[in-house]
């Protein structure tokens, strides 16, 4: 990503750490991408259940597991960020293309939209939502559409 000049510190603060989030999920760093959740966050991603919460949130070992479903590194881009932030409330949306190969031989490339909201808690701004999906086709056969490219 790349940080713009008419960002305001808090926006460019945010940028730094979704490139941080990012990084860690390249480098299946599973303690660098938790460490940038809320306690009480909550999680709609596209792994099965419908949400995640502090209850019954994956977390570092969930995570690791994942993590280990990949042979080899993770390609994780993201693309057209757009940061909103006010005093201690913000929100990104984002597209975002992870590419990788799985243990079983998968080969993953798929672009999905990402939305991240933040608070400002202890004077740090931590993720306290996140939202990934892809469109699905309304064909009728409910497949997601994950051959779609921006």
């Known amino acids: 990503m790349t940080i713009t000049k008419s960002e305001t510190p808090d926006e460019t603060e945010i ?32 792994a099965p259940p419908l949400q995640y919460t502090s209850n019954n949130s994956p977390g570092k070992n969930g995570i690791e597991e994942w993590f280990a479903t990949w042979d080899g590194p993770i390609g994780y881009e993201i693309r057209d960020v757009k940061i909103t ?54 064909d009728g056969s409910y497949k997601a559409a994950v051959d779609l490219k921006p």
Not at 23 to 44: E, Q, T
Not at 87 to 109: P, Y
């Open 85 to 138: 932030a006010s005093e201690d409330v913000a929100f990104s949306h984002s597209l975002n293309r992870m590419s990788g190969t799985k243990t079983d031989g998968e080969k993953v490339d798929m672009w999905l939209r990402e939305t991240f909201c933040f608070r400002r808690l202890g004077g740090q701004w931590k993720i306290t939502h996140q939202h990934e999906s892809v469109p699905f086709y309304m």
């Open 15 to 46: 940028h730094l750490l979704i490139d941080d989030w990012a990084k860690a999920l390249r480098n299946k760093d599973a303690d660098g991408i938790v460490s940038h959740y809320a306690a009480h966050s909550v999680m709609f991603v596209m």
